[in-house]
């Protein structure tokens, strides 16, 4: 008689009268977790998925993960706390929720050392887990040290990690020393294209984890501990390799992105190898998909975490703004059966019958990491001594405003590129589609503050474009003609534009057109870039790196204006602006070092 779902439709049989909605009351609740992240891009795309992989994480924080909220399972699969931990952390206050996970963890964990794939271990699964599966404990120790900078719970359950690698180690020695014949259950659960093989993830999870024992065990000076991890990881990279490494094809497995991007964050890629393997990803992305996913959830959380780490955000922001099929963005546009506030469990949800296919799966959110870091350019939440923000440099992507509630105050980051090349897109009229999203019909031009007006239309498309800012193709199997000049007639010579994104303001597309449609604009300001943001430093912060993104050819030297007034920063000079350092130009960004405090500053091209 007690219990809860989550739904989309309520069906009401036997009421006594006529029902009508104000008689069905819907409650939303979940734990006691604040959120702590807010988010606004110029993406309407991107902030569209991070809402709803935001209400997605929330509606399955129910004193533990659960997987779903709405069928008859709602069970702790510790796949799913696995590839979410980060983003959880980063999205939500749960340092007590992950706590008292932990300790379920440890709970469930007998004599041996094995773990449930389920924990609480009451249905569903086995034991011992997939390893990508308990994979969880190590992963949510390692982010309580990372992102909340707290060593306490690595602390406290030493014992029993140390317990549960020990127990890694028999299932190894039992398959041999051979990852091949390590046989695991679910591996890179539902992808989008070929799935690698089950032993892939396997070996890149035992090996990951190996890596933040190596770390965690160094924070916590137990060096003789660190220094058995790094044994054991220059072991298991050895075995990986020997596995699955094609030297003649220079690839893992089955030479898709989520073998490149395994190989590539678990750090198994000689050095001669590491930047075939990253080429070799980002044309498979760019060229071979036309930046689409092929991975299932375990590859998706890798893929973004090696776009990121490598200074490739802008692959990354054109791949999460795909909105044809398979894409996160096809979730939320697609015309069949758009996603209002959920993450789904599988790509193709509409086309496949009722049974696994849940509309509100958390595990596939785990892309919300890297959107709040691409954008707020924040990697580190535990309030060290000093700060590194580096927002996204890229075209793509010419305004966002994110804030972090940390474990010592508020980081806020708010930025906009003015001037020089501005591009937007937006997907057809969602709000149209589906009442309930999140309601953005135009798509915003805009030179900014001191960046002038709009010069010249380099290139508008609506229908299916793609390509990147600075590179976008009209698809001529699903264009509209004469849209540039459209786009010219309303936009050129102002220095904001808005261009509605509802079919009916522009021709029909010629071709068939499969999927939703979108809207690519390109536009030049008269005045060179610059940037304009507002940045908010904790006190226990003493030195904060701040790197803004400018856009275009860098500058020789920018100026930080203040009102009316100007203050000249060459390349190398020191600002007379109070609590700012200095002020450099490196590789297209103003790089400002501030000292804790808030500021609002406007930097342009001389």
């Not at 309520?10 to 006594?16: H, I, K, L, Q």
């Not at 008292?100 to 011992?128: K, M």
């Not at 589906?434 to 915003?444: E, K, R, T």
């Not at 226990?540 to 993104?549: D, F, Q």
Request: aromatic share 8%; charged share 15%.
């Amino acid at each position: 008689h007690f219990t809860y779902h989550g739904f989309q439709f309520v069906e009401v049989s036997g009421y006594p009268g006529t029902l009508t909605a104000d008689d069905i009351t819907q409650i939303h609740f979940h734990t006691l977790s604040p959120v702590r992240v807010t988010f606004n891009s110029s993406s309407a795309i991107l902030n569209a998925i991070q809402n709803n992989a935001l209400k997605g994480q929330g509606s399955n924080l129910m004193s533990l993960p659960t997987d779903c909220d709405q069928r008859d399972e709602r069970l702790g699969w510790m796949g799913d706390a696995d590839l979410t931990a980060d983003s959880f952390a980063i999205n939500y206050d749960v340092e007590a929720f992950q706590d008292n996970y932990l300790r379920n963890i440890v709970d469930a964990q007998p004599a041996d050392g094995s773990l449930p794939d389920v924990v609480p271990f009451a249905r569903g699964g086995g034991r011992p887990a997939d390893v990508s599966w308990s994979a969880a404990f190590p992963q949510n120790v390692y982010v309580r040290y990372k992102i909340n900078g707290d060593l306490t719970p690595a602390a406290d359950h030493w014992s029993s990690l140390s317990l549960y690698f020990g127990n890694l180690a028999s299932q190894f020695a039992k398959a041999g020393g051979d990852f091949q014949k390590w046989n695991t259950p679910y591996g890179d659960w539902v992808p989008a294209g070929p799935k690698v093989s089950n032993q892939l993830c396997t070996g890149f999870s035992y090996i990951y984890n190996a890596r933040q024992m190596v770390e965690l065990a160094t924070a916590l000076n137990k060096t003789a501990d660190a220094a058995v991890y790094q044994q054991l990881v220059t072991k298991l990279v050895a075995n990986y390799n020997t596995a699955f490494y094609n030297s003649a094809k220079q690839c893992w497995d089955n030479c898709g992105q989520s073998s490149y991007a395994l190989a590539l964050l678990a750090g198994v890629a000689a050095p001669d190898v590491q930047q075939v393997a990253l080429r070799a990803l980002i044309n498979n992305i760019v060229s071979t998909q036309s930046n689409h996913v092929t991975v299932g959830i375990i590859g998706a959380k890798a893929l973004f975490k090696v776009l990121h780490d490598t200074n490739n955000v802008q692959v990354g922001i054109d791949l999460a703004e795909q909105t044809t099929y398979p894409s996160w963005g096809y979730m939320i546009y697609n015309t069949v059966e758009p996603a209002p506030s959920n993450i789904w469990e599988l790509w193709d949800s509409p086309t496949e019958g009722p049974s696994m296919n849940s509309r509100n799966h958390h595990m596939f959110s785990s892309i919300s990491e890297f959107i709040v870091k691409s954008a707020s350019g924040v990697t580190d939440f535990s309030c060290r001594d000093t700060l590194t923000i580096r927002p996204a440099q890229a075209l793509g992507l010419s305004y966002a405003d994110t804030s972090i509630d940390t474990v010592c105050g508020k980081i806020a980051v708010k930025y906009q590129r003015t001037g020089g090349v501005q591009c937007a897109k937006v997907p057809e009229g969602q709000s149209a589609a589906n009442p309930a999203m999140i309601a953005v019909d135009d798509v915003i031009l805009d030179c900014g503050e001191e960046g002038g007006v709009i010069q010249s239309i380099d290139f508008a498309s609506w229908g299916q474009p793609y390509g990147t800012c600075g590179g976008f193709v009209a698809n001529e199997s699903c264009s509209a003609v004469g849209v540039d000049a459209l786009v010219a007639d309303q936009c050129v010579g102002k220095a904001r534009c808005a261009l509605s994104s509802k079919a009916t303001a522009w021709p029909a597309p010629r071709g068939t057109c499969t999927g939703p449609r979108r809207l690519f604009v390109q536009a030049t300001c008269s005045a060179p870039h610059g940037v304009t943001a507002e940045i908010a430093i904790p006190t226990a912060i003493r030195l904060s790196e701040v790197h803004l993104p400018l856009g275009g050819t860098p500058p020789e030297r920018v100026s930080i204006v203040e009102g009316a007034a100007a203050t000249p920063i060459h390349a190398r000079g020191a600002a007379a602006v109070a609590g700012v350092r200095n002020v450099a130009i490196r590789g297209g960004s103003a790089v400002v070092h501030l000292a804790a405090g808030q500021y609002h500053l406007r930097l342009r091209a001389d």
